[in-house]
């Protein structure tokens, strides 16, 4: 770590590399790739998200459930905690020790709550919670004071709110996640489309505003930041240290390596995808989205005005276990996205390119279009080394 001239990311005592693994679902980051990170030292990141794609035996249990059966949202919940059990199990035995393992849950989720709780008593490190205030959590996470808690926001603003909040509970995030909307891929931390070039979102004011405002608080030692979204090399990581942060978060580049959990297509089409490629859009979780324009895609943004002029709240669920607490087509919203996000996203991992919604970030990748090992993206990204040929030094 100090041949690289990089200083390690200090989270709850533990020291990890300074690069963080993104979660991304569905069923992108699993025990896999996590695991595959943390094995390395760093923090590798689960999302919590219908996991029970990865299990043959709980999607045949549950895959043909529908409204019509009384129980079906319960029984597939059950199946998807259950999933995220064996998947921090499996990341668990992957790490052998090494690194951190934490999990992604959405707050905009209808189970964030289920999801938050499985996961602590699952034994993660940390639980990261993003797209939403996650006000609630320090009540949440109250009998596991163990596990480090990192919300992920995207201004000062937020960030204040945040801690201030968390204050009054007597408690303070363990790190916070700052991601740029312009950069990042999946969903992004800003309210409109039209907001996502504002500069306050940009790091170089973001991160001296917080930093100014630990240090009025009392509190500038004890909240390390990770950027997250554009993230490229070593030369970025070294250049946002330098402006204060602990480390960086990327998503999209851990999705293109052999390790991730998802099919060989889907790696393909993110790996593939040019910047012309690359579309921004209103999801049907009500948020600003950033993804690949993939036939899927163009075809739903062309027809997306006539889906809004005639949305309308639907008597059930596409798929009967309403993942998220306000949907856009479930609840009939016009100002959201039309379309099921977890069917989307379901084919999307399946590696079926004529139907799946691919998440993407706004960056290039390191490698181009080549797939390559989670080991040779940390060498690069901490040592500029291209391609790999030495292992990397492990945390203790």
């Known amino acids: 770590?100090?041949?690289?001239?990089?200083?390690?990311?200090?989270?709850?005592?533990?020291?990890?590399?300074?690069?963080?693994?993104?979660?991304?679902?569905?069923?992108?980051?699993?025990?896999?790739?996590?695991?595959?990170?943390?094995?390395?030292?760093?923090?590798?990141?689960?999302?919590?998200?219908?996991?029970?794609?990865?299990?043959?035996?709980?999607?045949?249990?549950?895959?043909?459930?529908?409204?019509?059966?009384?129980?079906?949202?319960?029984?597939?919940?059950?199946?998807?905690?259950?999933?995220?059990?064996?998947?921090?199990?499996?990341?668990?035995?992957?790490?052998?020790g090494r690194g951190a393992i934490a999990v992604n849950v959405m707050k905009a989720l209808s189970e964030y709550e289920a999801y938050v709780r499985c996961a602590l008593e699952a034994g993660v490190d940390a639980v990261v919670v993003g797209a939403g205030l996650p006000l609630d959590l320090p009540d949440l996470a109250r009998d596991h004071p163990a596990v480090a808690l990192i919300p992920i926001l995207s201004d000062a603003r937020g960030v204040q709110l945040v801690v201030r909040k968390w204050e009054k509970k007597g408690r303070l995030p363990d790190a916070i996640v700052i991601e740029h909307p312009r950069l990042a891929g999946g969903h992004l931390g800003a309210a409109r489309l039209g907001d996502l070039n504002d500069a306050r979102f940009d790091f170089e004011n973001v991160v001296p505003q917080v930093l100014a405002f630990f240090k009025a608080a009392g509190i500038e030692r004890d909240i390390p930041l990770i950027c997250a979204g554009g993230i490229e090399s070593r030369d970025d990581i070294q250049r946002l240290q330098a402006l204060g942060a602990a480390a960086v978060q990327l998503g999209t580049a851990f999705a293109v390596t052999r390790e991730c959990d998802a099919a060989p297509e889907f790696k393909r089409i993110l790996a593939e995808a040019r910047p012309e490629d690359i579309v921004e859009f209103i999801s049907v979780a009500g948020l600003p989205a950033r993804g690949v324009r993939t036939h899927w895609l163009d075809k739903y943004l062309r027809v997306e005005p006539r889906l809004k002029a005639v949305a309308h709240a639907k008597k059930a669920c596409n798929m009967a276990f309403d993942c998220l607490a306000r949907c856009g087509l479930r609840d009939g919203h016009a100002d959201m996205g039309q379309f099921c996000i977890d069917q989307q996203l379901g084919h999307a991992h399946a590696g079926e390119t004529d139907k799946g919604l691919f998440f993407r970030g706004a960056g290039r990748l390191p490698f181009g279009s080549r797939i390559a090992p989670v080991q040779e993206l940390m060498v690069w990204l901490l040592g500029a080394i291209m391609p790999a040929a030495q292992p990397l030094e492990l945390s203790p």
């Not at 895959?63 to 129980?71: M, Y």
């Not at 199946?79 to 199990?89: G, I, P, S, T, Y």
């Open 1 to 96: 770590m100090q041949a690289s001239g990089l200083a390690p990311l200090v989270l709850r005592g533990r020291h990890l590399l300074p690069v963080v693994q993104g979660g991304m679902g569905v069923g992108v980051s699993a025990g896999g790739l996590a695991g595959a990170v943390a094995r390395l030292g760093a923090l590798g990141t689960l999302s919590s998200v219908d996991l029970r794609r990865l299990h043959p035996d709980l999607m045949a249990a549950t895959a043909r459930l529908d409204h019509k059966t009384p129980d079906a949202a319960a029984r597939i919940n059950a199946a998807n905690l259950r999933a995220l059990r064996r998947e921090v199990r499996r990341a668990r035995e992957l790490a052998q």
